[in-house]
T-cell receptor
């Protein structure tokens, strides 16, 4: 699976959009980009995934660049409950495993 | 529908003792996983199973054994615990392969080996 690079930490004011970047410059054509988050001491939670088109669901939006070498997870109106570690993971479509890196610790403040 | 449950939630072991962690899921998922998470680190895959009666090694399998005798249960065993196995252990499950790769995680077991 392709390696991902994320900033170790970010801050965001409550009510503002949180934009979390991820670099995956070695991604190949059959690899998907997945985002999970882990709220303190809990198990990780799936957020969203995409292949090459931008995606949106009730939790977030995923923007993937045209060359697919990077992506951005957007939480449109961050709340204190969004404080968590966010993991960007690249996975081959048929693979049965995920590889978690160290992620980005997002701190949402008042 | 309880999702993924883990037993116990906390455990303290002495070096050399053995124990078994139980993971149970009620979603009829084929795939199950055991991870460990050390402080400040991401999750690392210990073992996983793609169906009843099957198991496979993950990234850090040494010192652990697993069994999947029933589809809904995945057991993680430590035969002779070591302080290096102090960690938080998470179990996860998912349905058969598909585009939406959503793993459902349990609440974790916090293990301390002294």
């Amino acid at each position: 699976d392709a390696k991902t690079t994320q900033p170790p930490s970010m801050d965001c004011a409550e009510g503002r959009a949180a934009n979390l970047p991820c670099n995956h410059s070695t991604i190949s054509g059959n690899e998907y980009v997945y985002w999970y988050r882990q709220i303190h001491s809990q198990g990780p939670q799936y957020i969203i995934h995409g292949l090459k088109n931008n995606e949106t669901n009730e939790m977030a939006s995923l923007i993937i660049t045209e060359d697919r070498k990077s992506s951005t997870l957007i939480l449109p109106h961050a709340t204190l409950r969004d404080t968590a570690v966010y993991y960007c993971i690249v996975r081959v479509g048929t693979a049965s495993k995920l590889t978690f890196g160290t992620g980005t610790r997002l701190q949402v403040t008042l | 529908n309880a999702g993924v449950t883990q037993t116990p939630k906390f455990r303290v072991l002495k070096t050399g003792q053995s124990m078994t962690l139980l993971c149970a899921q009620d979603m009829n998922h084929e795939y199950m996983y055991w991870y460990r998470q050390d402080p400040g680190m991401g999750l690392r895959l210990i073992h996983y199973s793609v169906g009843e009666g099957t198991t496979a090694k993950g990234e850090v399998p040494d010192g652990y054994n697993v069994s999947r005798l029933k589809k809904q249960n995945f057991l993680l065993g430590l035969e002779s615990a070591a302080p290096s196995q102090t960690s938080v252990y998470f179990c996860a499950s998912r349905s058969t392969p598909g585009q939406r790769y959503e793993q459902y995680f349990g609440p974790g077991t916090r293990l301390t080996v002294t």
